[in-house]
């Protein structure tokens, strides 16, 4: 049966170690494993603007021995109107795998459900589920190894109903830690995607908490991750969202209530004096560019864990 990576529990809790432990191994040895040698084709999709997953996934096949075939969906025939059901039959019988960034969860859904190859959620609006695996593994780098964040307490504040909290949600559960998203009461975490977290977080001995006092959120957390107020697709919203989230804003002030030596996390971009300030964004306890190198080695580690299944 063909894996898919469409949200961050279609790995299991072992599953993810695995792809984890791999990541760390492909920090230390960038050519430990070429899956993709031949080259065989690698297509990478952008609906949206990116920076780190156009990089990350275009280097990361190439190191993996493949071909990154990047294709810009505004300008391929998909952009005037063939369906996502044809297009996944064509690459499917072309590459070897399917690499899409995009809107709504329900199109990298029915790509998954025709391609025929792995196919690798690069971000929707519902998860961001290659950018936990890069946080969970800089963690784990920085902290000694993936043993070591069982238990660990990681806190997201900000837009809790963003693609970024659900997949903290999801991919923490299933780490062992215990999430807590801190965030606007007009602006939670999907319920559904809550409902899921806590059961996965019963079964790995975290725990699920979601709260609309940030200094609840933080207090004594281990690791403190946060993201733009305004993410891409919610710019006709930026308005309404305006002082929102200014209690929200990770600063020294968070780090007094975090533990000692909280790691600090971003996905990236940053508005720096909105979400995060510059302070804490290139203090000592960020791990925010190790954070970013991650999405190459995690992202790699995934691929070569899903073309061997």
Known sequence: MTRHFLRDDDLTAAEQREVLELALAFRANRQLHQPFAGPKGVAILFDKPSTRTRVSFSVGVAELGGYPLVLDTATSQMGRGESIADTAKVLGRQVSAIVWRTFGQDRIDEMAEHAGVPVVNALTDSFHPCQILADLAAVADAR??????????????GDGANNMAHSYLLGGALAGMHVRVGAPSDYLPSEAVVLDAKRIAAENGGSVTVTMDVDDAVRGADVIA????VSMGDESSATDRAGAFD????????????APGANVLHCLPAYRGK??????????????????EYRLHA???????????
Do not use: C, F
Not at 247 to 258: D, F, G, I, K
Not at 299 to 309: D, G, M, R, S
């Open 247 to 258: 209690a929200y804003q990770v600063n020294a002030r968070t780090l007094e209530l975090a």
């Open 275 to 292: 979400e995060i300030t510059a302070e804490v964004l290139d203090g000592p306890q960020s791990v925010v560019w190790l954070e970013a």
């Open 226 to 229: 946060t993201d733009t107020w």
């Open 299 to 309: 992202q790699k580690a995934l691929l070569t864990w899903l073309v061997q299944q």
């Open 144 to 157: 000694g190894g993936v043993d070591a964040l069982a238990g660990l307490t990681l806190t997201y504040v």
